[in-house]
């Protein structure tokens, strides 16, 4: 049998979800010589599961402490839309935003009211109140005569993610791999990708960064935590318009999160998560969907429900691993000898994550060095992914 094909490369990222795909741009745009190996699709991850929304820290401040990831996040909405308008690290012109602004609702209950007090101070200049149900500025889906509560907008904009996705994909594409199997990283630094001939090739990076999700599970050095979320999809004529707004409940995690979407025959979607998803962990679907029209009965009892159609999935948010076992602060990147391991913990948090991990590459040795990339032509790029609404294994009832 004859010897496997060699590439040299200096810098190989495994995963094409935002983490490498930003990185994979941010790199390139700055004349490294870097790849990205998808072994799935483009976002086939946790990535085309987000929300889309650009945290600006808000909802992690709702117990009146600005903790590290308030601080660290407060400056990604600006970020995003520079890079949206052409003018930021990197160019995400042709990527749409689905709103402006996420709003921040607070039910009349107490604790939920405090909460939002102590939001609003904290984050003055980033949040306005709203004036009322009938203000132009509250979203459709709330200006009903018995809607009860506050609502702030938040300077917290929601991206369409498959078409920042669309965007990196045609931009880099001749720097994106498609291997029909995950990337193996061998001993001696070395990575087998499986080419759709079926026989492997080798590749030697001078450098190897895992941006690869759950799929960094195989690196003993990087640990990681998975954290389940059970989410929950709407849709049906009865749904009251688009929404992208937090609930606030006594946490300091929303009790709903609602975003809009349409999916690929043009029918609005709402994307519920928040603490129904991480509490619906515990239920199967049946009971999933029986607590979410509960939620929604209570939140927004003038919609009729029964005409609204529901269907439900399970992901893992894959991170670095925290003694408590919640959110990390920030992104988290670890390193093991010429091999990156690195979770953004945030979609929104990837331009923070890329730089992080730019600022090591000079100690490592590694140097803009442009290549020509004509010595991987033949290789097939891989596909983007789809949004879970328009996944065919759903089922609606
Ligand atoms: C339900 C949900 C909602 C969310 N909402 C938001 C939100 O609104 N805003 C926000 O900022 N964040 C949100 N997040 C978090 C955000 O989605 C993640 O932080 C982010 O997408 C992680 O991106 P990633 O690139 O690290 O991983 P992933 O998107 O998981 O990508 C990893 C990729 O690596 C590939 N891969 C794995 N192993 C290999 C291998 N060996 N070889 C080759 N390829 C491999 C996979 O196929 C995959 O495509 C949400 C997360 C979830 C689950």
Known sequence: MSAPTVFQVDIAIIGGGIAGLWLLAQLR??????????????????????????????????????????????????????????????????????????????????????????????????????????????????????????????????????????????RYQAALLASQGPAILKADGSLTLHHPDGLPRVMRPALTVFTAGAGNAGLPWASLQLRPLHMVLARGTALPGLLYAHCLGASDLPRLTVTSHYDAQGRLIWYLGGALAEEGVARDRAAQIRATRRELRTLLPWVDWNAVQFATFTVQRAEARQADGRRPSGPGVFRDGRVIAAWPTKMALAPLLARQIEALLPDLGMRPRPRDLSRLADWPRPALGVYPWDREDLEWS
């Open 29 to 170: 745009e700055h004349g490294y010589d870097a790849v990205l190996i998808e072994s799935s699709a483009l976002g086939a991850g946790q990535t085309l599961c987000a929300q889309g929304i650009i945290h600006g820290g808000t909802k992690y401040s709702l117990h009146g402490q600005f903790s590290t990831s308030a601080a660290a996040i407060a400056d990604m909405p600006a970020l995003w839309r520079r890079c949206m308008a052409g003018a930021g690290e990197i160019d995400l012109r042709g990527a749409r935003l689905l709103a402006e602004h996420q709003y921040l609702w607070a039910t009349q209950a107490p604790t939920s009211r405090l909460a939002a007090f102590f939001a609003s101070k904290l984050m003055r200049g980033r949040v306005e109140k709203v004036a009322g149900s009938t203000a132009l500025d509250m979203p459709a889906a709330l200006q009903h005569p018995r809607f009860r509560g506050t609502a702030y907008q938040l300077d917290e904009p929601i991206v369409a993610v498959d078409s920042v996705l669309a965007v990196l994909a045609e």
